[in-house]
């Protein structure tokens, strides 16, 4: 498996507990949202909406406001959004369902690659290890992608 370019997520505002963010080339709002489970949720938002935030931070109230009508607004919903966009903006060789049906496989590496996806940061406590492995080792060690490094930790599970 190839090694491919890693997306860098930048914080552009910060207002009232939500963040413009930018990532894969896109503009999201993050808030940390999770009744049971406090894990951050991105909503995808159009450049327009991004630059009037930029110039009125307190705007994005007002735009969170429509998304939360307008879109399914449920922890499933946005670990699934979430790892789809990680997902397509990681990889050029397989089908971006197979992938998704691949990594939501077995739910402890579902969260894991999704709190990845978010942060950008591998666990520092708790990683999952198969086969002695984990996703921050495989990509330091055989130089692979997360998504990939990820993609071999299923492999190394359904093997045991």
Known sequence: MEKLEEYVMRELVAYNNLTLINKYDEYYIRFI???????????????YEAEA??????????????????????????IKRGLLDFISHNTEQM???DIY??????????????EYAMTEEFPENGAIKVHGY?????????ELSSLNAYLCLVKFREQE
Do not use: H
């Open 33 to 47: 949202g999770g009744q049971y489970t406090v894990l951050p949720c991105d909503v995808i938002i159009k450049r």
């Open 53 to 78: 935030i930029i110039k009125n931070p307190a705007e994005i109230t007002n735009i969170m406001n429509f998304y939360r009508r307008n879109i399914p607004w449920t922890m499933d919903e946005f």
């Open 95 to 97: 089908k971006i369902d």
């Open 101 to 114: 049906f691949a990594l939501t496989k077995f739910e402890d590496i579902k969260y894991e690659v999704y």
């Open 134 to 142: 984990s996703a921050e080792m495989l990509c330091k060690e055989k």
